[in-house]
């Protein structure tokens, strides 16, 4: 027989079924804002020490920090607001693995181009963007269920972002290191510059081609390489050889322009002279106005494919 209990006495809770732990670590909402103050801070710490003691032993800290701060903040956000379902360790595949295969294909592959030339920058485009393109297809060859836009333009940014901190690193490596020693602020210069464009350079790019590649991917896994792509990889590697010379057609401009002494002939015989006097501001005109063009466009193609992806709009 049993007794009923009285009106508000406790009852023993059934366990619900327990949810299986995700096979990836998570990271948590808003790391991308706390990684980017500390960055800054060590950097310009760093910065200041070096600049203060005149010492080579900080330089190493000086040049990764300043080329890894912006791609890696970037991929933290991409993954944080439109990427949790792909996975930690596809991401950081993307950028470790994929970066470093593209910056060791395209500097093999660059190596013969002809410096400086119209043929060199255009060819510097279209190599580096398909090296990244293939280094993205490596990465993505075992997971086939990875399709669509969204993962495209995610993978593929962060893809570029590591490609761009590799080839950072390097530049500024070359920038820091001359016949007369150590020029930290050439260095410093060249990080600051750098970090700036770095978000509408490579991880817009690759973004934008990863895109149509995913978007075009069979059920099975399968690559197409059908029109769309090789015309979104092409059109891509345009704006990647506009902004690269950005610099020398503004050096043209202005020798067109004004009754300089510079070579009117656009990368003709090595690099031109850098205008003097009056002409710096026009040549900064030209050079910041392309600069921002190119940016605008590869930014307005990247939100062109995002809106038209349902599930980019779904995301958090």
């Not at 096979?23 to 760093?46: A, E, N």
């Not at 032993?57 to 080329?67: A, D, E, H, K, Q």
């Not at 400086?116 to 920058?121: E, F, I, T, V």
């Not at 990368?267 to 005109?285: E, I, M, N, V, W």
Request: aromatic share 10%.
């Amino acid at each position: 027989m049993t007794q009923n209990q009285p009106p508000g006495a406790p009852r023993a809770r059934v366990p619900g079924p327990q949810q299986p732990p995700p096979s990836y670590p998570r990271i948590r909402v808003g790391l991308w804002k706390q990684f980017l103050g500390i960055g800054l801070t060590l950097w310009t710490l760093t910065a200041i020490i070096t600049y203060a003691t005149k010492s080579a032993t900080p330089l190493p800290t000086l040049i990764l920090l300043g080329s890894f701060l912006v791609p890696v903040v970037f991929a933290l956000w991409a993954y944080e607001r439109h990427g949790r379902d792909l996975g930690v360790n596809l991401i950081l595949g993307c950028f470790l693995t994929g970066g470093t295969l593209g910056v060791l294909g395209a500097s093999v592959m660059e190596y013969q181009l002809p410096r400086p030339s119209m043929w060199m920058y255009a060819g510097t485009g279209l190599i580096e963007e398909a090296v990244k393109l293939g280094a993205l297809m490596y990465v993505l060859r075992r997971h086939t269920r990875i399709r669509g836009p969204r993962a495209g333009l995610v993978l593929g940014a962060t893809l570029g972002f590591g490609f761009a901190a590799l080839e950072s690193a390097g530049n500024a490596f070359d920038a820091a290191v001359s016949l007369q020693g150590v020029d930290l602020r050439t260095l410093l210069q060249t990080e600051i510059l750098r970090g700036v464009l770095t978000p509408f350079g490579h991880g817009l790019w690759t973004a934008v081609t990863g895109a149509a590649l995913l978007a075009y991917r069979r059920p099975d896994g399968h690559f197409r390489f059908t029109a769309p792509v090789l015309g979104t990889c092409l059109g891509v590697s345009l704006l990647h050889a506009l902004r690269d010379s950005t610099h020398g057609i503004a050096l043209w401009l202005v020798a067109r322009l004004s009754r300089a002494g510079l070579d009117r002939t656009p990368f003709g015989a090595g690099r031109p002279g850098h205008p003097s006097g009056g002409q710096d501001h026009l040549f900064a005109l030209f050079w910041v106005g392309g600069l921002f063009l190119v940016a605008l466009a590869g930014v307005a193609w990247a939100r062109s494919l995002a809106r038209r992806d349902t599930t980019w709009r779904n995301t958090p």
